[in-house]
């Protein structure tokens, strides 16, 4: 039974500190141990302190991990000198960051392919090499794979790697990383009427699904990707009107249905299985509904339902906030890239 009080004992990932445990009350007769107090930082940002209780020195790492992974505050080991290529940079983010984290699956699974794009053309290059001029070349090489709105979304994998790396103590040079959004192929924004001429042409069991799904865009102002992700049960009633979840790359969130859709959209889904369009293709869809919605006039596909239903949001007066809430919008500027309004249409609110 030592009474010499033990030095604090530390969890570390890389060159950081993660968690500490501190010796806090020295052993008594029937409890041969000292008494040990964790420190951490939670999920949330705040400090925290727990009690680990009496254990022989040998058992509170044990005990830490334990407790850190409940938590699911560790992000994984890596050997720093391992991590001397952009491929090992996004492979070492990935597994310690992205993957232990409490992001949803689908924007795991978004990360993980946009790391993939990039490991496919740049995975041997040193991070020693690694400048704004070769981000340049990477972006130039994804342009000609890929649409510049999706580029701009796959090198965020490298972006946002590039910043673990460096909390982490990866030696990665000083730049500043640029990768400034691709102006989308359709800037054309439909209007109420368009929509519902092109879904009342879906009424056939080919384009049946294709109609629902628009619907539900244009509602709702999901995301393409988010819509053939849902479910049956995603839609939940509550007093007087009804919410979505919907799951995207901005992470979970709920979406308001006024209740007249809501009614008109549970019977056209009543059928429907419980992933509602199971084995779907978004792409696929998208350019069903551009060709469809081409051959009634203007061509338009889901991205401009989003900015349809954002501009309704904006002229019916919803606040910020609540706007970013309905929208996905993790940034304040993202109103200005989706409002958007046509000389024809400002006259009208003249």
């Not at 996905?328 to 024809?344: D, L, N, Q, S």
């Amino acid at each position: 039974m030592s009474e010499v009080k033990p030095k604090p004992i530390y969890i570390t990932v890389g060159d950081k500190k993660i968690g500490a445990a501190y010796a806090n009350r020295p052993p008594i007769k029937k409890k041969p141990y000292w008494s040990w107090k964790m420190r951490f930082v939670g999920s949330g940002g705040s400090e925290q302190n727990i009690s680990l209780g009496r254990l022989p020195i040998s058992e509170v790492s044990d005990k830490m991990i334990e407790q850190l992974e409940q938590r699911e505050l560790i992000r994984g080991t890596y050997d720093v000198d391992q991590v001397d290529t952009i491929g090992n940079l996004l492979r070492a983010w990935y597994e310690n960051e992205v993957k232990p984290s409490e992001r949803s699956e689908r924007t795991k699974e978004l990360y993980l392919s946009s790391a993939k794009s990039i490991v496919e053309i740049a995975d041997k290059i040193a991070l020693s090499a690694l400048s704004a001029t070769r981000i340049t070349i990477i972006r130039a090489v994804l342009k000609k794979r890929y649409q510049s709105t999706t580029v701009h979304t796959k090198l965020q994998s490298l972006q946002f790697a590039v910043s673990w790396g460096r909390k982490m103590g990866i030696p990665i040079p000083d730049f500043d990383f640029k990768n400034p959004r691709g102006k989308p192929k359709e800037t054309y924004t439909p209007n109420d009427q368009e929509v519902l001429a092109v879904v009342s042409k879906c009424g056939n069991l080919e384009d049946f699904e294709l109609g629902v799904a628009t619907l539900i865009a244009w509602k709702t102002g999901a995301r393409v990707g988010e819509i053939y992700n849902l479910r049956r049960s995603d839609f939940v009633e509550r007093d007087g009107y009804a919410q979505v979840r919907l799951d995207g790359k901005t992470g979970e969130r709920w979406t308001t249905i006024k209740w007249e859709n809501w009614l008109f959209l549970r019977y056209l889904i009543a059928d429907f299985p419980e992933q509602l369009f199971a084995g779907k293709l978004p792409s696929t869809a998208s350019n069903q509904l551009g060709e469809k919605s081409e051959a009634l006039g203007n061509r338009f596909t889901f991205q401009p339902l989003r900015r349809l239903r954002s501009k309704t949001l904006i002229e019916n007066g919803l606040p910020i906030k609540r706007y970013q809430e309905e929208m996905g919008h993790t940034y304040k500027t993202a109103m200005e890239h989706y409002v958007r309004y046509r000389p024809e249409e400002v006259l009208d609110m003249l």
